[in-house]
């Protein structure tokens, strides 16, 4: 079975600061790795989607990369603001969507 | 394009009652999910659906049964609920191929179990 795993659980930056999250997983199976955010009593709102084939995807501010031999992917925030604070998830998906616990991060200003 | 909408919002049931959960989405889907989110535990697939008619059994099924009779909706319902079943239900759409899809979520049903 797939297990995804995401560390920190918890991280607390100052505002301007650059950093990572990651996400680990034990199948290198997988059709593609999305990255999702979810705020406080919301849903998922999808960031990035690397597909299996891929390395990276960039989107502003967001980089995700992909190493599908090593089992790991990486968020990477620039210049971090207080409305990124969000819990931020990676999914990966293989015969079925399998998703990580997580990294709740919030931005200090 | 209202995406995906769940109702109820919130729900409080006491041990054995049941309850059905209603998802619908406005963007033409093909797939449809349901998952719960519990402390600790991630999202957590229950059952989902590739098209109009079809249902499948995800990674928690238990105690659920789901129904899509028409391409827009995907019911979830809990025929004798139980305490273990306090979570939070999300509902999900995606358009097709799994591995070129993002999925889009719904914000919700927060159920708490007596």
């Known amino acids: 079975k797939q297990e995804v795993t995401q560390i920190p659980a918890a991280l607390s930056v100052p505002e301007g600061e650059n950093l990572v999250l990651n996400c680990s997983f034990t199948d290198s199976a997988i059709y593609n790795l999305q990255w999702f955010r979810q705020d406080p009593g919301k849903g998922l709102t999808s960031l990035l989607l690397?597909?299996?084939?891929?390395r990276e995807q960039t989107s502003g501010r967001l980089n995700a990369s992909l190493d599908k031999s090593s089992g790991r992917s990486t968020l990477y925030i620039a210049a971090s603001q207080p409305g990124d604070s969000a819990t931020y998830l990676c999914?990966?998906?293989?015969?079925?969507?399998?998703f990580g616990t997580g990294t709740s991060l919030t931005v200090i200003p | 394009n209202a995406g995906v909408t769940q109702t109820p919002k919130f729900r409080v049931l006491k041990t054995g009652q049941s309850m059905t959960l209603l998802c619908a989405q406005d963007?033409?889907?093909?797939?449809m999910y349901w998952y719960r989110q519990d402390p600790g535990m991630g999202l957590r697939l229950i059952h989902y659906s590739v098209g109009e008619g079809t249902t499948a059994k995800g990674e928690v099924p238990d105690g659920y049964n789901v129904s899509r009779l028409k391409k827009q909706n995907f019911l979830l319902g809990l025929e004798s609920a139980a305490p273990s079943q306090t979570s939070v239900y999300f509902c999900?759409?995606?358009?097709?191929?799994?591995?070129?899809?993002?999925?889009?979520f719904g914000p919700g049903t927060r159920l708490l179990v007596l």
């Open positions: 690397i597909q299996s084939s891929q």
């Open positions: 999914a990966v998906s293989g015969n079925q969507f399998y």
């Open positions: 999900a759409s995606s358009y097709s191929d799994r591995a070129m899809e993002t999925q889009y």
């Open positions: 963007m033409n889907h093909e797939y």
